[in-house]
Every structure is written in structure tokens, then in C-alpha cells.
């Protein structure tokens, strides 16, 4: 007599998942829409990412495209709550933020990012609106753009190499006349080719005047016979 031969265990469900199947079985039973099927969409690709399904929820389509994570935008993609890197509690991750929390913790970091929101890093895509919020910061904000396949398409393909002459679009750039990866300070614009006052202009609130020199000007002899003054009375008791 042959044995039979034993079926395979089943593989465990994540019980959320299990739950989510079961609603979706029951709104199909009785023939209407789902009205949970949107956020159980979000929460499905939480879990495939490597999350618990429970992080901080996708408001909608923009928040998935503005990069950021759940509930924030940013310069790069994430999946998962990005509250740990949001260090001014702004609701954006910078670019600024995003190498530093990256060089302070990578494990973190790539937990973070997901296995979608890699693939759209990796891509060398940049979510909605990021070029704007770097700008926004002044010399905190990082001149970001695209790269990889990315960049090749935003530069507008193979017709974009033949007749764009190699300079980058503001597609490619958030300045496209300066160098990728560099602050927006006040010497960076003007090294990239803007004018002083342009630049100043560009900078907006976020532009300081340089402190005046406390041996300018008028205040040269008073510094100066405050000085001689003290060495009059150096030996001196007071």
C-alpha cells in the first residue's frame, strides 16, 4: 500500500492581508463596490514593500507622487513614515535630510524607501513639486534633477541629445544653469552665472546681508584707541 502523499502547509497569510481578502469577498457576494478597496490598495503595497500595513496612510494620488512617504512630500521617494527624518517637522523631506538621515543610518534609510519607492529612485525620477520646495529653501536647498533613464527622457529623448545641445532642461534641473547637487547659496548662484542682485532676488527671504565688520568704517578709531587705551593700562592695578 503507498502511502498518500502528504499536501504541502499551507503558507501563512499576513492576517491583514487575510482580512482584506475576506471584505473584498463579501462587498463581491452582494454585488457592490468596495468602498475600502482604495485604501486597502494602499495598505497591500505597504505590506509588499516590507511594511506592516499599519504606517502613517496615503492621503491620495498626489501624496504617492510627491515623494516624501505617507502623508509628507520630499525629494526622493518613500514608502514608509518618514517622520524620523523630517528633522524641522516641515511635512518635506530634503534633500538635505534625506543624505544625512542616509549617512547616519542606511538599514533605516532603505527601510524606509520600500522596494516601489527604490525602484522609482533608482530610476532617477523625482517626485511632483521637489524642484520647488529646494528652491524654497534657500542655501539649505540642493539643486536636485534627474538622472538615468530618467534624465534621458526628460531631456527629451534621442531628439532632446540630437538638438538640445547637451544643456539641461528644467525638466533635468530645479536651476538648470547650475551644477547638480549644489546649495543654492548665495557665491553658488552667482559661480553658475547669475547676476549678484539676481541671485539675491532668487534667494528671497532666505537671503542674509553679510554681518558688517566690527573694524569698518567709522568704528576704526574708537576700536583702535580702545585698544590703545588697554595697553596704556596693562601692568596696571585696577
Known amino acids: 500500500m503507498v ?3 502528504p499536501r504541502p502547509k499551507p503558507r501563512p497569510v499576513n492576517p491583514k492581508v487575510a482580512h482584506m481578502d475576506q471584505v473584498k469577498r463579501h462587498f463581491e457576494i452582494l454585488g457592490t463596490d468596495n468602498p475600502f478597496e482604495r485604501a486597502h490598495g494602499l495598505m497591500r503595497g505597504s505590506i509588499a514593500s516590507g ?12 501624496d504617492l507622487g510627491d515623494g516624501g512617504g505617507p ?50 529612485n533608482a530610476l532617477g525620477i523625482r517626485p ?18 534627474t538622472s538615468g533613464l530618467a534624465n534621458y527622457f526628460a531631456g527629451g529623448g534621442p531628439f532632446g541629445a540630437l538638438f538640445g545641445g547637451g544643456k539641461p532642461n528644467t525638466m533635468q534641473r530645479a536651476l538648470p544653469q547650475m551644477d547638480v547637487n549644489q546649495q543654492f547659496t548665495l557665491q553658488n548662484l552667482i559661480n553658475s552665472g547669475m547676476k549678484r542682485e539676481d541671485a539675491i ?18 568704528d576704526i578709531p574708537r576700536y583702535n584707541m580702545g585698544g590703545i587705551m588697554q595697553l596704556s593700562n596693562f601692568g596696571r592695578s585696577v
Do not use: H
Open 3 to 5: 502511502d498518500s502523499i
Open 51 to 62: 511594511g506592516s500595513g499599519a504606517d502613517r496612510p496615503y492621503k491620495d494620488l498626489k
Open 71 to 120: 502623508g509628507r512630500s520630499g525629494s526622493r521617494f518613500f514608502m514608509r513614515d518618514t517622520a524620523i527624518l523630517d528633522e524641522n517637522n516641515d511635512g518635506y523631506i530634503s534633500e538635505e535630510e534625506a543624505i544625512t538621515f542616509q549617512n547616519k543610518d542606511r538599514g533605516a534609510y532603505n527601510k524606509a524607501v520600500g522596494g516601489i519607492g527604490a525602484v522609482s
Open 128 to 145: 511632483l513639486g521637489s524642484y520647488e520646495n529646494e528652491r524654497t529653501r534657500g542655501p539649505r536647498g540642493t539643486n536636485i534633477g
Open 201 to 218: 532676488k532668487f534667494l528671497g527671504s532666505n537671503y542674509s546681508p553679510p554681518a558688517p565688520s566690527m573694524y569698518g568704517g567709522v
